[in-house]
């Protein structure tokens, strides 16, 4: 698969095995494909569209017209294109995007959560990736990370790495030969545990980021990554600050993880009003950044990341394995801020399903409606997680423009969902009143 081709995966519900197919346009004598069937996708918030019998015009990646069935005779005329019409049983959303993941620990998924996250950053996190000065080793382990994420239907994805320059880039070959959409991320750390100086991690920034560039691949964007503000020294966050200005890339970090890793930084820096504050110092927070957790963020905090159109990656999965805490996302949207996305968090949370995610921050919203003393709260909706898991993830990678829903002129990212799938037992039973006749799903909140 050459990665100028757009992605459609069939497959079931709730992660079983998925076939990826092409959805290239013809070139020859301007013919477009036309995908005809149910579309279900987000075009705001707390809307979720589902269009029975409609048709997506797609020629050379680009969507060119979204239309009732009932306008195909109709279009023939204006259009000359090839119509796959989709069963009854499937339908097309837009592809997942997943916007925090460490496909680096992947092999130990699922391990270690009844340890703290100290300890398990010693015993499994620092040894595993320690591994990955070996590119062999390297390969194998993204191979099946990469993999596993598109077979649960995630087209698009933000990739922390390690420190390691050569094998971070092996990642970037592998989603290139996957066609996957992806940003990555080479981490960086110069603080006293690390062999790493603040000069040689700045550089094989640098060199990552000319090297990813020279790959001219359309799908990838190469991101600065400081791995923690504690595991930076405060000079190493200004050198990426000025290098991701200089170059204009995102910029992938984590905010407000744990109660104890926001109070150990803070000891560390007291000059430092909170952790948010050591990021805003250097440079590193503007509309490209996007952070990972940010359970524990002050309202100071909060409020700068919405002056400066941070995005947030909710990891409600990771947050409930490594005993984190509950995420309050309505609190965020209340505040301001606005661009959410969902992410694994992969070795953090136990699956790289973003399908899973949504199940969690649904359950997080209700866990935290819980701890409101009776008093009123909104929890998240369905079509608030879905939005979140296709155009929030789209926005806070700054891919709006391009993915997250089937809006005319952006490219055809998408997902056929078959509810019938052959894969051994259902995944969940239908019954003769499930039907695909809903026009709208709107929640208006109080």
């Not at 149910?38 to 705001?44: A, M």
């Not at 019998?53 to 009732?68: A, S, T």
């Not at 992947?106 to 996190?125: C, P």
């Not at 382990?141 to 050569?166: C, E, F, M, P």
Request: glycine fraction near 6%; charge should be negative.
């Amino acid at each position: 698969m050459h990665w100028a081709d757009r992605r459609v995966c069939v497959c079931a519900p709730a992660d079983c095995s998925i076939h990826l197919h092409s959805s290239r346009a013809s070139k020859s004598g301007g013919v477009m494909d036309v995908y005809r069937g149910t579309v279900v996708h987000c075009l705001r918030p707390q809307e979720m569209e589902l269009l029975p019998d409609h048709l997506i015009g797609v020629e050379n990646g680009q969507i060119k017209f979204v239309e009732p069935g009932e306008r195909l005779e109709e279009l023939k005329e204006q259009h000359s294109f090839t119509v796959h019409t989709l069963p009854n049983s499937q339908f097309l959303m837009p592809g997942l995007v997943d916007a925090h993941n460490h496909p680096s620990q992947y092999s130990y998924t699922g391990t270690g959560y009844d340890l703290s996250i100290q300890q398990r950053l010693e015993m499994f996190k620092i040894p595993t990736e320690a591994k990955f000065a070996d590119i062999e080793t390297a390969r194998t382990i993204y191979q099946k990370a990469v993999r596993r994420s598109l077979l649960n239907g995630t087209t698009t994805a933000s990739y922390l790495a390690t420190v390691h320059l050569d094998s971070t880039m092996e990642l970037c070959r592998i989603c290139a030969d996957a066609g996957q959409r992806v940003h990555v991320g080479k981490v960086n750390m110069d603080h006293e545990q690390t062999k790493n100086s603040t000069q040689h991690s700045v550089e094989e920034t640098r060199k990552f980021i000319k090297s990813v560039r020279e790959m001219k691949n359309p799908l990838m964007e190469p991101a600065v990554a400081p791995r923690f503000a504690s595991t930076c020294s405060q000079p190493l966050l200004k050198a990426l600050g000025d290098l991701a200005s200089e170059l204009a890339v995102p910029i992938h970090s984590h905010l407000g993880q744990q109660r104890e890793e926001v109070t150990r930084l803070l000891q560390d820096n007291p000059s430092s009003r909170n952790p948010a504050h050591l990021f805003e110092m250097a440079g590193m927070l503007n509309s490209r950044t996007y952070m990972a957790h940010c359970v524990y963020t002050t309202e100071q905090e909060v409020e700068l990341l919405r002056e400066r159109q941070v995005g947030v990656v909710h990891c409600p999965n990771s947050n409930f394995s490594l005993r984190s805490g509950c995420l309050d996302v309505r609190g965020l949207l209340h505040c301001g801020v606005t661009k959410i996305a969902l992410g694994t968090d992969v070795s953090g949370g136990y699956t790289s399903s973003i399908l899973d995610a949504m199940r969690c921050a649904l359950h997080t919203s209700k866990a935290v409606c819980f701890k409101n003393d009776g008093q009123h709260y909104d929890p998240l909706t369905l079509p608030e997680v879905l939005y979140m898991a296709t155009m929030g993830g789209a926005s806070v990678l700054g891919l709006d423009a391009k993915i997250g829903n089937f809006q005319v002129g952006k490219e055809f990212d998408a997902l056929i969902i078959d509810t019938a799938a052959p894969c051994g037992n259902p995944v969940f039973d239908l019954f003769e009143n499930d039907t695909n006749k809903v026009c709208s799903y709107t929640l208006p909140l109080n």
